[in-house]
């Protein structure tokens, strides 16, 4: 069985939360002070996902397998809020001199081919890129061989990338950049709603009754609030800050090609990444050292913020901040499930243009049509392989 540091050495505890606090401290006065404050609102976001239990593949198995739809209607909850937070920021801000951009790609076969494959790795694997890096900041030692397969699999993906620009590609188009922002918000905040409704009733019909939201007689609520919309609420502001900050809105997925193209070089493999389309498309952001790459500084601040918040809880033994995840056993299968949902998910996410962050979250409330497909395509994949898999046990 893997165990985390802390269950292999008692020891080790303090040591591990010594290191990563001065770890902390050192990376932020290694950076300048813009890049800082996007380490810290990476940070946050790990405080959020750990502390509210929040996440992305576990509530869309939960919803398949039990046909409990709270946790994925606490997503349609963060894409209305983070609509209306994106909508008027990307049509004004840019006219009051303010350079943001969304997550708006153009929709193609390769964004329905590619999220289709990361959602049977959520299904595999039983987490998605942002539940992998949490899983990082745990410690859970398999997961770093996981890190290792997505990097593979998204530079792969980047490597191949001229290849799936030559596959069907229609235009670019977003609710809150090619109409007045007021109307596509509206057509956006009412495909979720309509959602919103489906999912409703269908936990009704099987259940009888639906798990509210908002409930003042739930103790396990604050203030009658469900984390998981305490989480989405921190969340949509979080990612509105890394916009304003970065000008770009929160990602995951560019992290995968980004370290395998650093890797490569550090390595001295025989690799011409140089002259792939992916290099040419993307020449600006793979030039940028390591402590300048906002998408890289979110992430790694995401680790951390998950590493020194599970350590705390650890030494506090605070069962209230404790969230803990359980694997099953480690064997050879579990190692062979492990790496081919790595690499699939790492290939399918670059070359579908994100993973549930870059792809769903900030694409959606970006108003890219793309960000939709990616969201039916990878609802798909991860829905027939649960259901493939289950019938086989």
């Not at 902390?24 to 502390?51: D, K, N």
């Not at 502001?237 to 929160?250: E, K, R």
């Not at 906002?294 to 350590?311: E, P, R």
Request: glycine share 10%; net charge positive; proline share 3%.
């Amino acid at each position: 069985m893997i165990y985390t540091i802390y269950h292999s050495r008692e020891s080790w505890r303090k040591p591990a939360a010594l290191s990563l606090i001065l770890l902390l401290i050192a990376s932020m006065l290694s950076i300048s002070t813009e890049t800082a404050q996007v380490l810290l609102i990476g940070i946050l976001i790990g405080f959020v996902f750990i502390h509210f239990g929040f996440g992305f593949a576990g509530n869309w198995r939960h919803f398949f397998e039990e046909k409990h739809s709270a946790g994925i209607r606490g997503h349609f909850w963060l894409l209305a809020l983070g609509s209306l937070l994106f909508f008027p920021a990307l049509s004004l801000l840019p006219n009051l001199g303010f350079s943001v951009y969304g997550a708006i790609r153009p929709l193609g076969i390769n964004v329905i081919i590619g999220a289709f494959m990361f959602g049977i790795g959520m299904a595999l694997l039983g987490n998605c890129s942002s539940g992998a890096l949490r899983l990082l900041g745990e410690f859970k030692l398999r997961y770093y061989w996981v890190f290792f397969c997505m990097i593979a699999g998204g530079t792969f993906a980047a490597s191949q990338f001229e290849l799936w620009l030559t596959l069907s590609q229609w235009a670019v188009f977003s609710f809150a950049t090619d109409l007045a922002w007021q109307q596509g918000l509206i057509i956006n905040l009412a495909i979720i709603f309509t959602l919103y409704l489906i999912f409703i009733k269908t936990e009704r019909h099987h259940h009888g009754e639906v798990v509210p939201l908002l409930d003042r007689n739930n103790k396990s609520y604050t203030w009658g609030v469900a984390p998981v919309i305490w989480a989405a609420t921190l969340l949509a502001l979080l990612n509105l800050a890394i916009l304003l900050l970065s000008g770009n809105s929160w990602a995951v997925s560019w992290i995968f090609p980004k370290l395998g193209i650093v890797l490569i070089d550090q390595l001295g493999l025989a690799i011409d990444w140089d002259f792939w389309e992916f290099t040419a498309m993307n020449e600006e952001g793979l030039m940028k050292p390591l402590s300048e790459d906002s998408i890289i500084l979110t992430s790694f601040g995401f680790f951390l913020g998950i590493a020194i918040y599970h350590v705390i809880s650890i030494l506090t033994n605070s069962p209230t901040k404790n969230r803990r995840t359980k694997l099953h056993p480690f064997n050879i299968k579990i190692l062979i499930k492990s790496t081919f949902s790595g690499l699939i998910m790492g290939y399918g996410a670059v070359i579908a243009y994100g993973c549930n962050i870059g792809g769903f979250f900030s694409a959606i409330i970006s108003g890219s049509i793309h960000g939709w497909a990616w969201f039916a395509s990878a609802f798909i994949g991860m829905g027939l392989t649960l259901a493939i898999t289950n019938r086989r046990r």
